[in-house]
């Protein structure tokens, strides 16, 4: 069964407005991390947004949150206010805490920002 | 700049021929790692290493082998390329997490391989 489920390969957003992308995650572990990262045009892997499970709040880092759903395991990137510069893939990927040394990815959504 | 460096950042190599990538780390990250990444497929890890001297198999480890005879450097090895291998590779490392709230991988920026 797949860890990181990211459903949408490719996702339009007009400028300055938001976007939700999504992900569920498979883990029978109870103590798990969710992290989001970018991946512009040119290559390089960004953080962009860290999620523990025993944490009560979504997380915020600027214009980006995470929308942390624990029962459905979903944790969906929200981006606000969207600009030219994050059109990118957008990469979803877990950490348990149990086996602790790897991280699995989903596949990546595309993003594309419209002027 | 502090971070994890790649060599090379490009490579095309003939079936058959041997390669290695080195991955070299300045922030004394305890765990090092290789990922490939393929389109449609995000990334996928090939080996990791918790510690110098110690490596592992990830989910798709046939046909490469990894050594981390130092801290700061982890090197991936290619001995006979096969077309299959043809895909950009990450390495990236982390500290060892001592509580929940750590901060995910610090990535390279990648190498592009081509086996033709």
């Known amino acids: 069964a797949q860890k990181i489920t990211q459903t949408q390969p490719g996702m339009f957003v007009q400028e300055k407005e938001a976007v939700t992308l999504d992900c569920t995650y498979d883990?029978?572990?109870?103590?798990?991390?969710l992290f989001w990262y970018k991946q512009p045009s040119s290559g390089e892997m960004i953080f962009l947004i860290y999620?523990?499970?025993?944490?009560?709040q979504n997380a915020t880092e600027g214009r980006y949150s995470l929308n942390f759903q624990k029962a459905r395991k979903s944790a969906n990137l929200v981006i606000s206010a969207s600009q030219l510069g994050d059109s990118a893939m957008y990469f979803c990927a877990m950490r348990e805490m149990g086996t602790g040394n790897q991280f699995y990815f989903g596949t990546g959504t595309s993003l594309t920002v419209i002027p | 700049n502090a971070g994890v460096t790649q060599t090379p950042k490009f490579r095309v190599l003939k079936t058959g021929q041997s390669m290695t990538l080195l991955c070299a780390q300045d922030?004394?990250?305890?765990?090092m790692y290789w990922y490939r990444q393929d389109p449609g497929m995000g990334l996928r890890l090939i080996h990791y290493?918790?510690?110098?001297?110690?490596?592992a198999k990830g989910e798709v480890p046939d046909g490469y082998n990894v050594s981390r005879l130092k801290k700061q450097n982890f090197l991936l090895g290619l001995e006979s390329a096969a077309p299959s291998q043809t895909s950009v590779y990450f390495c990236a490392s982390r500290h060892l997490a001592t509580r929940q709230g750590d901060y995910g991988y610090t990535f390279g920026s990648g190498t592009r391989l081509t086996v033709v």
């Open positions: 883990t029978s572990d109870p103590s798990y991390g």
């Open positions: 922030m004394n990250h305890e765990y």
């Open positions: 290493s918790v510690g110098e001297g110690t490596t």
């Open positions: 999620q523990g499970s025993y944490d009560q």
